[in-house]
Nanobody, 122 residues
Framework: VQLQASGGGFAQAGASLRLSCVISGRTISTLSMGWFRQAPGKEPEFVASDSRSSGIIYYGDAVKSRFTISRDNAKNTGYLQMNSLVPEDTAVYHC????????????????WGQGTLVTVSS
């Protein structure tokens, strides 16, 4: 499975960005999808995940009510809509694809994309 994330960039506080994650090598409907972010000098932080089996969606506490995870099976693409951005959202965002029921913590068997940088200014 290969993942290519895009859509990052510069944004002012309060603005919105939408990240995309194009999947190749597998059909997205057979995978759970997730997003993690990593700020400089920090550990990866869970952002959002949906479950391939139950359809349940999970969000990290820092992004609840502001971010929305979704997918378009026809385009084999996952998305992360980010609203009301704050400077603390600045990080490299990675999409993750997994055969596990959900992607709420980093696991070595999961597939990570290379990431896209989001920078939010105050």
């Amino acid at each position: 499975v290969q993942l290519q994330a895009s859509g990052g960039g510069f944004a002012q506080a309060g603005a919105s960005l939408r990240l995309s994650c194009v999947i190749s090598g597998r059909t997205i409907s057979t995978l759970s999808m997730g997003w993690f972010r990593q700020a400089p000098g920090k550990e990866p932080e869970f952002v959002a995940s949906d479950s391939r089996s139950s359809g349940i969606i999970y969000y990290g506490d820092a992004v609840k009510s502001r971010f929305t995870i979704s997918r378009d099976n026809a385009k084999n693409t996952g998305y992360l809509q980010m609203n009301s951005l704050v400077p603390e959202d600045t990080a490299v965002y990675h999409c993750v694809a997994s055969d596990n029921p959900a992607v709420t913590e980093p696991r070595p068997e999961d597939n990570w994309g290379q990431g896209t940088l989001v920078t939010v200014s105050s």
